[in-house]
């Protein structure tokens, strides 16, 4: 059997980008996804149909993250599509993937109040919520996995205030292995490098010349490239990782 049968995921923001492919690595492993998104409800469908035709299983959850009732809202969908599936409401792997990312950057000085605090709303507010909201749906073994980014680890000006964001992430993920420790569910970082997620910019390829001198191998990530490394950890034989940062950056930070 696959090492992820009759587990479920959700898997937040996956209707495009590296949420999608973790969406499609969990799926194809056996687990039942819910494929969670804000605006772009075609990609989810699209997400979901991909899954569905590997001969995976998955549905779509609608709910805008970062406004008052979005965690709510994200409850209500996933708790009913897992009950209409499988008769319960039991979540075994949440994946932290939404964000809001500042790709061409703003300079220290151009940082606004309202910049900050809708990145601080959709990176750290929401996770810390759905993990608490999570905390009554996770069984013994559990998995939580929370995406940061290696700008936690490498200074880049104009991204201050997002990479802020992904320092709190990685304090989610601090303290809540500690606290689910003795049930048995681990909690883990993992920091993409800069990973094509389809958006404009990666059809440039000169702009993709550029960003791949940053990795050690020499070319942009690929969302699969972090999916993969996401689902090992979703693994049963991942037991003995928590708390843990996992550099998924293609070796972007040593240097
Ligand atoms: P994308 O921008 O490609 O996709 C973002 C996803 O999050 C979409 O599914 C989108 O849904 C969803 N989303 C965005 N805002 C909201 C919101 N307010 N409420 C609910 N859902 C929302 O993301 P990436 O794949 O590039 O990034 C995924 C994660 O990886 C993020 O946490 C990002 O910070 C991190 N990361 C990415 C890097 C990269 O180079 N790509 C580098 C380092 C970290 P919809 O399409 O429906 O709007």
Known sequence: PMSLTNKTALVTGSSRGIGRATARQLAAK?????????????????????IENDGGRAFPVRAELGTTGGVHELFLGLEQGLKERTGETTLDILVNNAGVTTPAGVAPEDVTPEDFDRLFAVNVRAPFFIVQRALGLLPEGGRIINISSGLTRFASPDQVAYSMTKGAVEQITLHFARHLAPRGITVNSVAPGITNNGSAVFDIPEAVEQMAQFSAFKRVGEAVDVADVVTFLATGEARWITGAFIDATGGTLLG
């Open 30 to 50: 056996g687990a039942l996804v819910a494929v969670h998104y804000a605006d772009n409800e075609a990609a989810a469908r699209e997400t979901v149909e991909t």
